[in-house]
């Protein structure tokens, strides 16, 4: 069995895209599930060949390391590959933060990376999930709490036009609202959108 500064370590070389140590690290015990002390895991990293490694030597694309995390949000954060090699391994698309709600969709619908949207509808994402009102978010290019918005919400704030209609294709309900009772065009509106 591993000890914990291995895991540590993996971790670590996970995250900074380093296979080679990550190779070795696995071969000497360490469990690709595993977590630093800060509750962060080995498929939280933007490294598609990393993450490919660690997924066919059984990490756990599901496996929420800590209250507010699933690897599969992290993982799209606009890293189309990190998402394909999750998603094929059977990562739920739906799964959401238990801390806040926010789902995969969710990350990267207020962009305009509109194959990782496509690919998560395609694979089951609801395009109607809401977040938990008034929890905290911990992306820093919003507002700190989120507001029981949906993925359209975020598309019409600041994702392509491509995004939203992929939304709108794939059941998008436009008129629900948020918990302050705003609409995603009420979004779009306050970002000054076309």
């Excluded at 094929?88 to 789902?103: F, L």
């Excluded at 990267?108 to 905290?136: D, I, Q, Y």
Aim: proline share 6%; with cysteine; hydrophobic share 40%.
């Amino acid at each position: 069995m591993a000890t914990l500064p291995l895991n540590s370590e993996l971790v670590r070389a996970a995250n900074s895209g380093d296979l080679e140590t990550v190779k070795r690290l696995i071969q000497a015990g360490a469990d690709p599930n595993s977590v630093n002390e800060h509750g962060m895991g080995t498929l939280l990293t933007f490294h598609p060949e990393v993450t490919r490694y660690l997924l066919e030597r059984g990490a756990d694309p599901d496996l929420q390391r800590n209250e507010n995390i699933a690897p599969v949000i992290v993982g799209v954060c606009n890293n189309y590959e990190c998402l394909k090699w999750m998603v094929e391994a059977g990562a739920n698309v739906n799964r959401a933060s238990d801390h806040n709600g926010e789902t995969a969709l969710h990350g990267v619908a207020g962009s305009t990376e509109a194959r990782s949207v496509r690919l998560l509808l395609e694979h089951g994402a609801n395009p109607n999930a809401r977040t938990k009102p008034g929890m905290r978010t911990y992306a820093l290019w919003r507002d700190a709490r989120v507001r029981g918005e949906t993925p359209l919400h975020r598309a019409a704030a600041w994702g392509s036009p491509q995004v939203i209609q992929l939304l709108l294709d794939a059941g998008a309900d436009p008129t629900i609202r948020d918990a302050n009772k705003d609409t995603p065009l009420s979004w779009a509106s306050w970002y000054l959108r076309d």
